[in-house]
């Protein structure tokens, strides 16, 4: 079975550019969370979707956006790059949302350099 | 919301040798504690996970246990090898949301 994917792998952007980030989640799976780690530290929460509906939302500025389609599958958008914006932005997937107590299963991420 | 503290930063054993690290969580609603580990330009793979209805969890050289009194819960990894080298997080449920990681522990596994 395959697992989460996520593309791209890797991307260089400029500054005040617009990235889309992209998430397939295990097949089966209805929810899908977005998480940024930038180098040294942990996973930070950025979004949560459920049957694609928005679940939660972490402590992003307006510049981050995301939707999740029919097929469970998901995009994160960021509008108006910034230097601190360089991360490995890393999807993850889980049978239903996160309030059922459910685990959560990450995909390889997509490294993202804004120069 | 939720805060989780991990303990050690970073944490060098020899091979052969026993490892521990504990983290402690805020809100003592949350009832379900992953564990993550993460290898260098890897993404984070579930290694084992502890539900408060239970105090211990064991999967081999790993174990998990929990004190819900303490708000703690702590990850062992007995006999380890080279290959138990990576980042360890440990994470928490944030109002449902999502989860909440802890900043991570390097272990270094000395041959």
């Known amino acids: 079975d395959a697992g989460v994917t996520q593309s791209p792998t890797h991307l260089i952007k400029t500054r005040g550019q617009h990235v889309t980030l992209r998430c397939s989640p295990i097949?089966?799976?209805?929810?899908v969370s977005w998480y940024q780690q930038v180098l040294g530290q942990g996973p930070q929460f950025i979004f949560q979707?459920?049957?694609?509906?928005?679940?939660g939302r972490g402590n992003f500025p307006d510049r981050f956006s995301a939707r999740q389609f029919p097929n469970y599958s998901s995009e994160l958008n960021v509008n108006a790059l910034l230097l601190g914006d360089s991360a490995l932005y890393l999807c993850a997937s889980s049978t239903g949302p996160t309030s059922s107590g459910n685990t959560i299963y990450f995909g390889e991420g997509s490294w993202l350099t804004v120069v | 919301g939720e805060n989780v503290e991990q303990h050690p930063s970073t944490l060098s054993v020899q091979e052969g040798d026993s490892a521990v690290i504990k983290c402690t969580y805020s809100d003592s609603a949350s009832n379900y504690f992953p564990w993550y580990k993460q290898e260098l330009g890897k993404r984070p793979q579930l290694i084992i996970d502890?539900?408060?209805?239970?105090g211990e969890k064991k999967d081999q050289r790993i174990a998990v246990t929990l004190n819900k009194t303490a708000k703690h819960f702590s990850l062992h990894i007995t006999e380890t090898q080279p290959e138990d080298s990576a980042v360890y997080f440990c994470?928490?449920?944030?109002?449902?949301?999502?989860?909440?990681f802890g900043p991570g522990t390097r272990l270094s596994v000395l041959p």
């Open positions: 994470a928490a449920p944030n109002y449902g949301q999502n989860f909440v």
């Open positions: 979707y459920y049957e694609k509906e928005e679940r």
């Open positions: 502890i539900r408060s209805n239970v």
């Open positions: 097949s089966g799976h209805k929810s």
